[in-house]
């Protein structure tokens, strides 16, 4: 409340002269820091003066809260400290409290400097001093509607600095749909600069719910916005403020939930390890393919990383600022799939969200779907997939409207598709409609050169992770990861790679035995042939020595020839072309004493 009677000093001011006119007498009007607010005849000209050094009567007046009447100035006791006591001008005085909530905000003081005031004053002494009380109380009132609505306005300015803080949009209409407040964001989505851009704003909900709130449809100048959010009402008898509006961009909203995340859109097509000749290839395959809306499917075995693909066509096609919306097939039950891939309305079905959902594909408009393991979609899907390959239109479950996706479609399997067409269990027409651009990524067995810029890769990736660094890679590792035929490509190689930095010792030497023995031992394959002596064929005995066994017998060459002795060991070692530590862990592999 400190100084609120210098905030609504123009207010003051008047009442002051109106008490002057009414009771012919000089009035002044103190805040209750002793500073004059507002005054009349001699005072006029003294407003804004502190009054601290001369105000004796005020300060009492200010620190009791009872009005002071003094007949006799300069005689009273409150005038005795005065330095003015001997040489008062004034002949009568009465200070009146101005209160607010029991708390004194200034005072009023009615003073006359002859005897022709004060008689005037003493004749009607009852009736002015109601008069005087009927004043300090408007005075009172006024300040307390002042304070109401200071508060009202630092709410409006904090309401306002929190609303352009918002990520979501904000619209404040009155009760004539007029914009009389809007967010930065709320302008953002609209496209507008300036309140003055918008007509009458009005917003009619469509019906479809997303992320349980209603979608609004809005048009701006022509220009149709698709909407989700809440209205609400504005309980306040105000001619300015009506109903306000929180709401988001449909569309922005299906990007950011399911838009690629940071380290996603990192994993374009330039960031996809592989110096193979195949994948050289590929990747220029991809570059030519990307910027069209063709479907494309992608082929390969399991671990071959073909949603790494997928997304890489959608970062460098023009879709890339839309979402990337990936799916596996097979891991939805084959009930929820359709409402899982098109949604559904309100009471579609038993259980269902009774706001409704949308679907996989409108989440994807104006970006790109991956249809991952698309040989697991059960018959009756295919048809209404094909349906919405050839039409470009969805229906939600439960419903008889189609709704419009712009989306391009990448889908993948590991499966053969042509031979299930033959066995009946894929549709020839779907088969035709999504391998328009035919992708297939050959497994790592098929470009070994790959294996080791990808070790290195996962080797940076996970010593970094698990805090522990590599300081030799032994080449028997190198020999032992191109020797194996990697049947769960990349995925496989990466798995690897981190068993054995999690292995690896504090030394930071990976070693064959930090390798898994599924790496290590693969196993020889059989053959039930069997040779002109009835014997079955194996690799020795077709003339293929098997790389362990040989290091095996060139280590028990070695050994037999030079000796188990430490000297012998040690030329063993050299002989062989191997350090003594590395001929050590060899013959305790190999169980050799």
């Keep these: 409340?400190?100084?609120?009677?210098?905030?609504?000093?123009?207010?003051?001011?008047?009442?002051?002269?109106?008490?002057?006119?009414?009771?012919?007498?000089?009035?002044?009007?103190?805040?209750?820091?002793?500073?004059?607010?507002?005054?009349?005849?001699?005072?006029?000209?003294?407003?804004?003066?502190?009054?601290s050094d001369e105000g004796y009567v005020y300060k009492q007046v200010i620190a009791t809260g009872e009005k002071k009447i003094i007949k006799n100035p300069g005689e009273n006791e409150i005038c005795l400290k005065c330095p003015k006591r001997y040489k008062c001008e004034e002949t009568f005085e009465i200070s009146t409290p101005i209160k607010l909530d029991n708390k004194v905000i200034g005072v009023i003081g009615f003073v006359c400097?002859?005897?022709?005031?004060?008689?005037?004053?003493?004749?009607n002494f009852a009736t002015f001093m109601k008069f005087l009380e009927q004043i300090s109380d408007m005075i009172s009132l006024k300040a307390k509607d002042e304070l109401e609505n200071e508060k009202m306005y630092m709410l409006i300015d904090l309401l306002n600095h929190i609303i352009d803080k918002l990520e979501d949009g904000v619209v404040i209409v009155n009760k004539a749909n007029e914009v009389v407040r809007i967010n930065n964001e709320a302008a953002d989505i609209l496209e507008i600069d300036n309140i003055k851009d918008i007509p009458t704003f009005t917003f009619e909900p469509t019906g479809n719910k997303i992320f349980a709130k209603t979608e609004y449809e809005v048009t701006i100048n022509g220009k149709k916005h698709h909407l989700?959010?809440?209205?609400?009402?504005?309980n306040l008898d105000s001619r300015h403020f009506n109903k306000f509006f929180i709401f988001n961009d449909t569309q922005r909203k299906k990007e950011e939930v399911y838009s690629l995340t940071t380290t996603d859109k990192e994993i374009g097509l330039d960031e996809i390890i592989g110096e193979s000749p195949e994948i050289v290839k590929l990747k220029k395959a991809i570059k030519k393919i990307s910027c069209n809306p063709s479907t494309v499917l992608i082929t390969g075995e399991s671990g071959t990383g073909k949603e790494l693909f997928a997304r890489a066509i959608h970062l460098k096609s023009d879709r890339c600022k839309g979402p990337f919306v990936a799916i596996n097939c097979g891991a939805i039950p084959d009930s929820l799939l359709e409402s899982e891939l098109f949604g559904y309305v309100k009471g579609a079905f038993t259980g269902a969200d009774n706001k409704g959902k949308i679907g996989k594909f409108e989440f994807a408009d104006k970006g790109t779907i991956f249809l991952d393991e698309i040989a697991d979609l059960p018959?009756?899907?295919?048809?209404?997939?094909?349906?919405?390959?050839?039409?470009?239109?969805?229906?939600?479950?439960?419903?008889?409207?189609p709704i419009d996706v712009d989306v391009r479609i990448i889908a993948a399997t590991n499966k053969n598709l042509e031979a299930m067409i033959q066995e009946k269990t894929f549709r020839e027409d779907l088969y035709y409609r999504i391998n328009v651009i035919p992708i297939n990524i050959p497994p790592l067995r098929e470009r070994k050169s790959d294996i080791k810029v990808l070790a290195q890769y996962f080797i940076k990736k996970y010593s970094s992770m698990l805090k522990k660094q590599v300081r030799i890679i032994e080449d028997e590792v190198w020999e032992c990861l191109y020797r194996y035929d990697w049947p769960?490509?990349?995925r496989e190689l990466e798995n690897t790679i981190e068993f054995m930095i999690n292995m690896m010792d504090k030394k930071g030497i990976l070693s064959e035995d930090n390798i898994p023995k599924r790496v290590l031992q693969p196993q020889l394959e059989s053959y039930n042939e069997v040779n002109t002596y009835g014997e079955r064929v194996t690799l020795e005995n077709m003339g293929i020595l098997n790389l362990q066994l040989l290091e095996k017998r060139a280590l028990e060459k070695a050994l037999s020839i030079y000796g188990n002795s430490t000297k012998g060991k040690k030329d063993a070692a050299e002989a062989l072309g191997i350090g003594i530590a590395t001929l050590y862990r060899k013959m305790n592999y190999y169980n050799l004493s």
Aim: hydrophobic content about 40%; proline content about 0%; aromatic content about 6%.
């Design 1 to 51: 409340m400190e100084g609120i009677l210098k905030k609504m000093q123009s207010t003051v001011t008047m009442y002051a002269n109106v008490l002057s006119d009414i009771l012919k007498v000089d009035v002044e009007i103190v805040d209750n820091n002793l500073q004059r607010i507002a005054g009349t005849g001699c005072f006029t000209n003294r407003i804004g003066i502190d009054m």
């Design 113 to 123: 400097f002859d005897n022709i005031q004060k008689n005037h004053i003493m004749k």
């Design 228 to 234: 989700f959010g809440e209205e609400y009402i504005i």
């Design 379 to 401: 018959l009756y899907m295919q048809v209404k997939l094909l349906r919405v390959i050839q039409e470009r239109k969805i229906i939600r479950v439960g419903s008889n409207s």
């Design 488 to 490: 769960g490509n990349v």
